[in-house]
Structure formats: C-alpha cells, structure tokens
DNA sequence: TTTGAAATTGATCATTATTTTCATTTCTCA
DNA sequence: TGAGAAATGAAAATAATGATCAATTTCAAA
C-alpha cells in the first residue's frame, strides 16, 4: 500500500530530524505510483510533470533517502546507471536482464536463496545482502539476431 | 598455465589483425603473474614497476582486449571501480565480498547454477552470463564492529 | 635490410554519472 | 511570527572511463 509506504518514509524523517518538504512529497508519491527499475533521470522526468522546479539534485538525494529508509533498494546492472525500485518490506527478489531488449524479470527461488545461505555458512560468511542477476535473451528476443 | 593464456590472447590479437606490442607484453605478463581482482589502477601501478613508460589509457585498452579475448573477466562490484581477473576456459565462480574488509571469498556450486538454468528456462529466457554476489562480513571480520 | 601503411601509444581532452558547494528559500516550533 | 536548522537548485567539483591525435612502433612486402 502506497500510504503505508509513505508513513514509513516519513518516519525515517522524523527520527533523523530531517524535514517534510513538498519536493519530498511530490518524489515519493511519483517514486511509489511508478512501477519498474527507474534512474534518477526516468524519475526526475516524472517528477517535472508534477512538480517542475524540482532539481535534479534532489532527486538524487530523495531516492537516497529512500534506500536508507527502506522503501527503495538500489539496483546496480550493467549499463551504468543506478536504478531505484520500491519493495514492501521483507520482500526480495533478483533479476534476468534482456541484453537485447531491456526488459527486466524479476524472480524469486526460494531453494536458491537456501542453497547461497549454505554456501555463505561454509565461508563463515554472514550474508548481509545479496545480488543474482541473469543477462541474456528474454522469450520474444530469443528467435531474432 | 600462464604460457597457455599468452598463447591464447596472441591468437586473438592476430585473428584481429592487431599488433604485438611491448607494452601489451609487459600489461598481460603483470596481470597473469597477479592474483585477486584489480582495478585499472592496481594493474597500471605494478606494470609501472616493469615497465615505467606504460600509460594508463593503454591498460584500460589492454584490459578491454584481454576481456575481448576470454583471457580476462570483468567483474562489477558496488564499489564503482570495474574490476579484473582471469580465469581458464570454461572455468566460472562467483563471490562473497566483505563489506569490511574487502576481502573476496570465490566459489562455485553447481546446484545454484542448475537451479538458475531453471528458473531461466521457466521464463523462456536464455542465459548468457550471470553474477552472483553476496555481500556481508567475513569470518575474520563477524566478530568485531 | 629498407620502407611505408596501419596499428599503437601516451598525453590530454571529453564525457557522463554522481556528489558537493553555497547562496537563497522553506520548515519547524517555541 | 521569527530565528535557527534544514532543504533546495544551479552550478561547480569529482571520478571513472572513453575518445582524440600527433608521434612512435610494428611488420610484411619489396
Ligand atoms: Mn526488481
Ligand atoms: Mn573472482
Ligand atoms: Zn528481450
Ligand atoms: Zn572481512
């Protein structure tokens, strides 16, 4: 829920003594109203619909704020822009990445994720976060160039 | 064996109509002689120590055709600098990075792999390369802040 | 061995994503 | 409502990487 994702954020805020600022407000809800993997740019298009004299900069530091909170992870693919995506709590999931295409599908296995905590244990590693991400070709790209 | 990755990265220069090169010599011989995952940077500095007048655009250059080749593999982590190593054919592994100390565990489990070919070909996607990285603290750093 | 076209090199400049600065504006709340 | 703290946006600063280009090197043909 939208709201409940808002009331987290704003308690992060809250507790960090930052403040409420409408700019914040209009990021969050174009942030949380979007699906998808954005990058700052794809969202401070958004967010200029809305609201145009928000900067760049704050959008920057907003999606910032954001991952520290919770509410959004940072995505690091292969093509060099930093992409933010919102996620209920306790949520996770990874990634297959079409290198022809661009679609993203996300996935959740949960025998994998078993079997990568058993690898970790092994190690004597305690696993804090991690990344699966599969490049390759999606169903409609597979029977093209 | 080092001698076979020379032999390999020649026959990829040639196949390409490129030159061999002092410079090139003393890059590639540097980077297989050294273990562990460097950067740019890491690389240019021990090439200095052999060869004083090797510029640092020319280690990226070296490194991008080293990549090219197969001979080298580049691997992303969420540290913003590219990093390099290098691998035998056809051998693969995946990481477990400290988020303390840095160090770099490597491993390889044949189970997870399979169980991600599944769940790839469950979407209809083919896969072309992947990483998986856990991020989180090493044995020698659990115990400490 | 000489030669010259093609490739390479290194210094420097360009680019691009992200961060920082800082003067100005906006919040918060006593 | 007014002062102090935080936020903002425009612009400058960073930092990794890529592109340019004149000078140098390589190499195969002569
Ligand atoms: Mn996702
Ligand atoms: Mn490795
Ligand atoms: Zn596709
Ligand atoms: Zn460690």
Known sequence: MVQERINEFAKYIEKKGLKTTQQRNDIIRTFLKSGGHLSVDDLHQKVKKVNPRVGYATVYRTLKLLSESGVAVERHFDDGHTRYEHLEPEEHHDHLICIKCGDIIEFED???????????????FRVVTHNLEMYGYCKKCNGNT
């Open 110 to 124: 949960k025998n994998i994720e078993s079997l990568q905590e058993k690898v970790a244990k092994k190690h004597g």
